[in-house]
């Protein structure tokens, strides 16, 4: 009797243990929920060059609208933008790629990521972009940058051979009046193989290039 009883224990286990798929479907929403929490707790609080909500919320629907898997962003900050591109790629099975060259603002986006559990996904790196992004390797599909706006020019003709077709380059600050916006914004009009929006949902304003696909 006692074996049939270990028996009838072991099936009934097995019966109501999660599957492959609802383990994880479990495991998103837990990382959801975790992230939804971080960002809750902190809203209002970002400073010290961060994005608005409203642009992280855009970047994010990007990326999982599209399915987009390798990111590169330019311009860590404390991690605000990092965290809701880390977050959209934990949904499409992707990584990011970003750069900061402060050492106590890449420190504290280092913690960011992690307290939100998307460290994981998020490749932080310290150094300086002029020399970082040439040696970047594609195939990208999604690039935001959003660190000096004199070299956005540099930085979009160095990472625009490497995305892929239906991939985006956005960047942030493009309704400011900054020196290298309006020769940038100019650039990317110029580019022939891109269609270029700005999404002025906030005073900051981000310019969303994607390459037209054959």
Known sequence: MARIAHIAAVLLAAL???????????????????????????????????IPEIDGRTMHEL?????????????????????????????????????????RRHGIAVENFAAAGLDGVIDARLADAHELVPQLEGPIDFVFSDADKDWYINYFDALWPKIAPGGCFTAHNVSMNQRG??????????????????????????????????
Do not use: Y
């Open 16 to 50: 109501i243990a999660p599957t492959g798929a609802s383990a994880q479907a479990a495991a998103d929403v837990e990382r959801d929920r975790r992230v939804q929490t971080f960002l809750d707790e902190r809203r209002g609080s970002w400073r010290d060059l961060n």
């Open 63 to 103: 990326i999982v609208d599209n399915g987009f898997r390798n990111a590169v962003e330019i311009g860590t900050s404390t991690g605000h933008s990092g965290i809701w591109i880390g977050w959209a790629l934990s949904r499409t099975g992707g990584r990011l790629t970003t750069i900061e060259i402060d050492p």
């Open 181 to 214: 916006i309006r020769e940038f914004l100019d650039h990317i009009q110029r580019v022939p193989d891109a269609v270029t929006m700005i999404d002025t949902r906030s005073r900051a304003g981000l310019s969303i290039t994607c390459k037209r696909k054959p």
